[in-house]
Every structure is written in C-alpha cells, then in structure tokens.
C-alpha cells in the first residue's frame, strides 16, 4: 500500500502562484510513476501532470504545459506541482495520484492509477 498526502492548496488570484506538495509513504518501490488529475465541479476527473520516478521525464496536459511544472525530491518521497500564471479554469480539487504504468497504459487515465490521495482545493479568482 501506498498512502499519499496533498497539501499546499489555497485561493489565489488569476495570475498567481501556488505550489502544491504530495508526500508519498509505505510501498512506494511498488510505483513508477506520480501525477497529479485534478476535478472541476461538474466536470470529470483530469490528468494535468505526471513524473516517472526512475528517470524523472515528465508529461503534462496541454492545457497547463508551459504554466505548470511537475517534480520530485526522492530522498523526501515528495512530489511537487509549481503552477504559475493561474486561471480562473484552473480551479479544481486537485489529486495527488500514484501507480504503474506499463507501455499499455497512459498516465492521464484515472482507471491506470492505484492510490489517490484525499485531495486538496485550488480555487483561482479573477
């Protein structure tokens, strides 16, 4: 089992920046990768961001490349997503996610991930 913790969430003004934090426990050698999906009200879940933990390439969706950027420290199991220039659009609870993937599999599907994290809120005003 992998247990994942979010944190960093917050309200900001479009234009602003916020960096979220998801520090991950237990069998995380079970894992090859980390992401981040996220849920607007009325919407379905999304992928926004993953980073495979053993050689660190990233992929991200198209509508946050360019404003937001995926990372880990692995000497603390934790993953990190800097998203800068918000919108109004990018509000959302946001999930931390964790699993893995083989080549058949996409980061961006909800139905490849193994463990979740609770969530943490992201609301950006214009």
């Known amino acids: 089992q992998v247990q994942l913790v979010e944190s960093g969430g917050a309200s900001v003004q479009a234009g602003g920046s916020l960096r979220l934090s998801c520090a991950a426990s237990?069998?995380?050698?079970?894992?090859?990768?980390m992401g981040w999906f996220r849920q607007a009200p009325g919407k379905e879940r999304e992928g926004v961001a993953a980073?495979?933990?053993?050689?660190?390439?990233?992929d991200y969706a198209h509508s946050v490349r360019g404003r937001f950027t995926i990372s880990q420290d692995n000497a603390k199991n934790t993953m990190y997503l800097q998203m800068n220039s918000l919108k109004p659009e990018d509000t959302a609870m946001y999930y931390c996610?964790?699993?893995?993937?083989?080549?058949?599999?996409?980061?961006?599907?909800?139905?490849?991930?193994?463990?979740w994290g609770q969530g943490t809120q992201v609301t950006v005003s214009s």
């Open positions: 996610a964790a699993g893995y993937l083989t080549w058949e599999d996409s980061w961006s599907d909800e139905n490849d991930v193994a463990y």
């Open positions: 237990g069998s995380t050698s079970s894992t090859n990768y």
């Open positions: 980073i495979y933990t053993g050689d660190g390439s990233t």
